[in-house]
């Protein structure tokens, strides 16, 4: 799995008999987390970091399916600070290669969407809706819930746009939304780490909180945010998720 640094630290702390190992000047931390073995890193920012993390779990370390957590500024309207996008595909809204190919479609791969696998999509999204109906309240501190005005938080499937970009401008976002009308957030890495996964065939999933309006608030909110309650959210998703698929095995083998 990967993640941001202050989500990371709070999925590190989390792990049972862990150990890391340096790679690219990135620390893998491996262990347990719910039962399962997991290799936790922080992606650092941007398509080119995220490729080479996602590139190096499969390398390095076999991984046999990614889970990309994260922060994200929202692009469609109604999506609020709090809010779950887990990906139903996602692109990369800064390729163009045009004239050559269409605009968005990655040379060579003959699409410019990158789907998840759909069993960790569906998981996923249970766990978000998990979490958030059943742990916020405790997982979270009020005042930042509050802050934040954080009550009835939904959790939504959709398109996540990725480029090396931070949206902090309501003009950028008025022309991605017209560019790209399906997109419902906007983020750094995950359509880099869908097509690492794509091209070495392993399953992935990406799940994003929104912690911004991508606009010019995006400054304000996004540090706090991340800061904050970031973490928060990422950990209890994922040990949702992983103590689902632990109760799925089970069930399988018996």
Known sequence: MSATHEELASIVSSLAGASTQEFGRRHY???RLAGAEVVAVFSRWGKVAAAATAAQLISSFAATRIVFSGV?????????????????????HDMD????????EVPLLGKALFAPDARLRAQLSAAA????KNDLKAAVPAAELSHFKIHAPKVIEGVIASGDKFFASAADLALLRRQLPDAACVEMEGAAVAQVCEEYAVPFGVVRTIS????????HDFPRFSREIAGRYSLGVVLRFLA????TATKDHT
């Open 72 to 92: 994200a500024g929202a692009v469609r309207p109604g999506l609020a600070i709090g809010d779950v996008v887990v990906a139903s595909s996602l692109l990369q």
């Open 212 to 219: 911004d309006s991508a606009d010019e608030n995006s400054v």
């Open 29 to 31: 931390h491996c262990g």
């Open 97 to 104: 290669a045009m004239p050559l190919y269409p605009r968005y």
């Open 129 to 132: 809706q998990g979490f958030l």
């Open 244 to 247: 689902a698929r632990a109760a």
